[in-house]
T-cell receptor, first 114, second 111 residues
Framework: GAGVSQSPRYKVAKRGQDVALRCDPI?????LFWYQQALGQGPEFLTY????????KSGLPSDRFFAERPEGSVSTLKIQRTQQEDSAVYLC????????????FGPGTRLLVL | QKEVEQNSGPLSVPEGAIASLNCTYS??????FFWYRQYSGKSPELIMF????GDKEDGRFTAQLNKASQYVSLLIRDSQPSDSATYLC???????????FGRGTSLIVHP
């Protein structure tokens, strides 16, 4: 079946712009994670959903970051008033059931803030 | 602060050799350990996971876990140039399904 998809794959934003990044998890996957990966670093956890419930948002770096998954499938990560330090690859991952830890990653969205 | 440490490398090995990648972690309560491979410009893909002390083998890959030493490793036998990638170690703390990733080790397998 189809894997995790993300759009857009690349995004260039001017500093101060708002951006929205979309994630389509594998159909039926309960858990959804967002990560931020800077160049040369491992993925850093941002937030976690179980179905439509956002159970953990402790990794969101500021209140400019907001994520939602209103119907328990597609998720959107929104960044308001983007800053240059927001430039990174944003990865989405999903896993099948609650507590199952094998995650399947999407291709990522590469965000460049100028 | 949970930490996962990896040598960033690069680790360079000749084709056909054994590549040994190492990872240490700080949370003694950690229960699940994962190795991901990430090609340049691509997303991580799971290679192996291990939960119990000892070795776990899957084809050319062997994961080794030593909880007493808080150490997990990945051995790649008969290394191929196509194995050249960054290898990420990820650790889940006890009761948590949110992994902490290391920064990854770059592996270069030269012909």
């Amino acid at each position: 079946g189809a894997g995790v998809s993300q759009s857009p794959r690349y995004k260039v934003a001017k500093r101060g712009q708002d951006v929205a990044l979309r994630c389509d998890p594998i159909s039926g996957h309960v858990s959804l994670f967002w990560y931020q990966q800077a160049l040369g670093q491992g993925p850093e956890f941002l937030t976690y959903f179980q179905n439509e419930a956002q159970l953990d948002k402790s990794g969101l770096p500021s209140d400019r970051f907001f994520a939602e998954r209103p119907e328990g499938s597609v998720s959107t990560l929104k960044i308001q008033r983007t800053q240059q330090e927001d430039s990174a690859v944003y990865l989405c991952a999903s896993s099948l059931v609650r507590g199952q830890e094998t995650q399947y990653f999407g291709p990522g969205t590469r965000l460049l803030v100028l | 602060q949970k930490e996962v440490e990896q040598n960033s490398g690069p680790l360079s090995v000749p084709e056909g050799a054994i590549a040994s990648l190492n990872c240490t972690y700080s949370d003694r309560g950690s229960q699940s350990f994962f190795w991901y491979r990430q090609y340049s410009g691509k997303s991580p893909e799971l290679i192996m996971f291990i939960y119990s002390n000892g070795d776990k083998e899957d084809g050319r890959f062997t994961a080794q876990l030593n909880k007493a030493s808080q150490y997990v490793s990945l051995l790649i036998r008969d290394s191929q140039p196509s194995d050249s990638a960054t290898y990420l170690c990820a650790v889940n703390g006890g009761g948590s399904y949110i992994p902490t990733f290391g920064r990854g080790t770059s592996l270069i397998v030269h012909p």
